[in-house]
């Protein structure tokens, strides 16, 4: 049986479209939490980061403007 997933998209984000278009064309249909309207709670964000096998630091977007400031 197929492995469930679950995509943390940001529909600004090209590469976060472009990962969402890639799963949808091979047949996947991902749970899609949109995370900026959605929010995160401490404890998602840190099984993420486990998960993931980074630091929280390693989660974010370093490119952003709120970033910089």
Same mark, same amino acid.
């Not at 996947?28 to 929280?56: D, F, K, S, V």
């Given at each position: 049986?197929?492995?469930?997933?679950?995509?943390? =998209?940001?529909?600004?984000?090209?590469?976060?479209?472009?990962?969402?278009?890639? #799963?949808?064309?091979?047949? =996947?249909?991902?749970?899609?939490?949109? +995370?900026?309207?959605?929010?995160?709670?401490?404890?998602?964000?840190?099984? @993420? *980061?486990?998960? @993931? %096998?980074?630091? @929280? =630091? %390693?989660? #974010?977007?370093?490119?952003?403007? *709120? +970033? *910089?400031?």
């Amino acid at each position: 049986m197929p492995q469930a997933l679950t995509i943390y =998209h940001n529909p600004r984000c090209s590469k976060s479209r472009q990962t969402l278009k890639l #799963l949808e064309e091979h047949g =996947h249909q991902p749970t899609i939490i949109n +995370y900026l309207n959605e929010g995160l709670t401490p404890g998602q964000i840190t099984e @993420l *980061a486990r998960g @993931l %096998g980074c630091t @929280l =630091h %390693g989660l #974010l977007r370093r490119k952003e403007k *709120a +970033y *910089a400031e």
